[in-house]
């Protein structure tokens, strides 16, 4: 099997669980190619590393727009969902937005799209384990799923994530 010449990512996550401080650490620093496209208030960015095409958007309190990604969903080869592992609280709702994603019927058509899962913020002492994250979040065997310890702010993980994720992508 060949692997794709160009894949797209699709990121997403709950305000601050670390997307943009994550995504900035993946931007090629010279050749930035970075643009927001504003639909009616529901904000994507969209940005290329390498061979990588990345969409990025965020998923909280745009319920609303839920139809517009419906277009994202179609098109994307994988998704990495950013997780905050230090808000246990807000992990519920991380959950339950991970689980409508899942429900839609373009991902439920698309059995073998890969997921990775970063559990951001592990610097910090309140962060919960990887295996605990995933546990949180209710991940099943469902789907090809990986989970990442991270800390965007030093880009420590990150690598990891990528390269299961690359090699998930044929
Ligand atoms: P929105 O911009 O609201 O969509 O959030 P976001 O998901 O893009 O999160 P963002 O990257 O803005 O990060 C939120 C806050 O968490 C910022 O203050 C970051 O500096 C901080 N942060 C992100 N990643 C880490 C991390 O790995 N460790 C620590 N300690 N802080 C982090």
């Known amino acids: 099997q060949l692997k794709k010449k160009e894949a797209r990512i699709l990121c997403v996550g709950l305000d601050n669980s670390g997307k943009s401080t994550i995504i900035n ?7 930035r190619n970075v643009e927001v496209v504003p639909t009616v208030g529901f904000c994507v960015e969209q940005f290329n590393a390498g061979a ?4 990025v958007f965020d998923m909280s309190g745009q319920g609303r727009y839920r139809s517009l990604w419906e277009h994202y ?4 080869d994988a998704i990495i969902f950013v997780v905050d592992s230090t808000d246990r609280i807000r992990m519920t709702v991380a959950k339950e937005e991970l689980n409508q994603l ?3 019927k373009q991902i439920v058509q ?8 970063f559990s951001n913020k592990s610097d910090l002492r309140q962060s919960v384990s990887a295996v605990k994250c995933a546990q ?11 989970i990442c310890p991270c800390n ?9 994530g990528l ?4 090699d998930q992508i044929i």
């Not at 698309?110 to 899962?117: I, N």
């Not at 390269?163 to 690359?166: A, D, F, N, P, Y």
Request: net charge positive; hydrophobic share 40%; with cysteine.
């Open 52 to 55: 990588l095409s990345f969409t």
């Open 163 to 166: 390269g299961w994720l690359s």
């Open 25 to 31: 650490q993946l931007k090629p620093v010279r050749s």
């Open 136 to 146: 949180l979040m209710g991940l099943d065997a469902g789907r090809p799923w990986h």
């Open 73 to 76: 969903y179609n098109s994307c």
């Open 102 to 104: 899942l429900r839609h």
């Open 110 to 117: 698309k059995r073998s799209l890969p997921f990775l899962f």
């Open 152 to 160: 965007a702010l030093t880009g420590e993980g990150l690598n990891e």
